[in-house]
């Protein structure tokens, strides 16, 4: 696939090409949103690290080079070096993209971490994205999303979320919906407040509470119903184009793994402390919020394994990752168990794994 740059962008790449210690990078992100903010920091990090003569990385907000749905091509094609990105965001090419990138009411961010460093998560980002021509460093994580954002109507039950139109993001998360009598309609971030303003959709969720707040999301919705059931965590990263990741010598790349290391610690407390402020922030605006009960998050646990084990029974690479995800519960939750009440997080009730075992030979 050919991609259109503007002039500008142009000379950039082609000043950028000019010096191979030299990367070009940009994200799915445009500057409005603060999720802009986890790539920053990992390029920040890496140019600190990494001698000038060995490697730079130039970071251009998402849009200023190509839009964001053509991200993953252009690191593909090696138009440009590095890409930051949400893994579900290429489901459509390939539905093992999706686990990569955040669970229906199955990992939070600690489980992200744990199995991307400990338990094989690493290899299998690698494994999916090296399909594509790519090398992936996971470096930023976040915990379960806002939740929906409402216009004119508060979502206090299951039953709330009949007919309306919601934007929402993920495969499993759209047939999720669909089940639970709601339309998924996807957009890209940017689009989403024009979208609310217009009447075009109903409501929709987008990330954590200050993510939402950067969005402006809080002037162009009254309610928000709690908690994200449908990312209960999301991951991000860097698509790095493997001639670009080859051409770098073992201590560059070395740094580089250690500066997604970093950010990925980093992004987690970040967020979690800006989300803190921004839930205060969207009370003062007069959000109303409202919260699921227990016997609907209890449902809404049952219809996301049954929607797990379809999806991930569809593509045996995809239900490779969820297994290994699986597997990963039920090893640390002898532990994770008995250290309760001062455990992290909680061992979910999630789909039978020798269900997707199977589906994975």
Not at 63 to 91: C, K, M, N, R
Not at 154 to 177: C, F, I, M, W, Y
Not at 339 to 360: D, H, M, Q, V, Y
Request: proline share 3%.
């Amino acid at each position: 696939m050919k991609f259109l740059l503007s002039a500008t962008a142009l000379a950039l790449l082609c000043t950028t090409a000019a010096k191979a210690d030299t990367w070009t990078m940009t994200s799915t992100w445009p500057s409005s949103l603060e999720l802009i903010e986890i790539d920053k920091h990992w390029v920040e990090l890496v140019n600190k690290l990494v001698d000038d003569d060995k490697l730079t990385i130039e970071f251009y907000d998402g849009g200023s080079l190509v839009p964001a749905g053509e991200v993953f091509g252009a690191v593909e094609s090696g138009t440009i070096q590095a890409g930051g990105d949400w893994a579900g965001y290429w489901a459509g090419r390939d539905s093992a993209f999706s686990p990569l990138s955040t669970t229906a009411s199955l990992f939070n961010a600690v489980d992200y971490v744990n199995w991307i460093q400990e338990w094989g998560g690493a290899e299998l980002y690698n494994e999916v994205y090296g399909k594509f021509g790519m090398v992936y460093l996971p470096y930023g994580v976040t915990n379960n999303e806002s939740g929906f954002r409402t216009v004119s109507k508060p979502v206090a039950t299951l039953d709330d979320l009949k007919g309306l139109r919601l934007r929402l993001s993920g495969l499993e998360q759209g047939k999720l919906l669909k089940k639970l009598g709601g339309n998924q309609v996807s957009m890209a971030g940017g689009e989403i407040y024009q979208s609310l303003e217009r009447g075009v959709i109903d409501g929709a969720e987008f990330s954590t509470p200050n993510v939402d707040f950067s969005g402006g999301f809080h002037e162009v919705t009254k309610y928000w119903s709690t908690p994200g059931w449908h990312q209960s965590s999301s991951v991000f990263g860097v698509m790095i184009n493997k001639a670009s990741w080859d051409a770098l010598d073992e201590d560059t790349q070395e740094k580089l793994k250690i500066a997604a290391h970093a950010n990925l610690l980093w992004s987690l407390a970040n967020t979690e402390k800006r989300a803190t402020e921004a839930y205060a922030k969207f009370k003062e605006a007069g959000t109303e919020i409202t919260r699921l009960d227990d016997a609907a998050l209890e449902q809404v646990q049952k219809m996301a394994n049954e929607t797990i084990e379809e999806v991930a029974c569809q593509n045996p690479l995809s239900a490779k990752v969820y297994a290994s995800q699986l597997r990963y519960l039920a090893d640390y939750a002898s532990w994770r168990d008995a250290s309760a009440p001062f455990n992290l997080g909680r061992t979910p009730n999630g789909p039978e794994l020798a269900k997707i075992e199977a589906c994975a030979q």
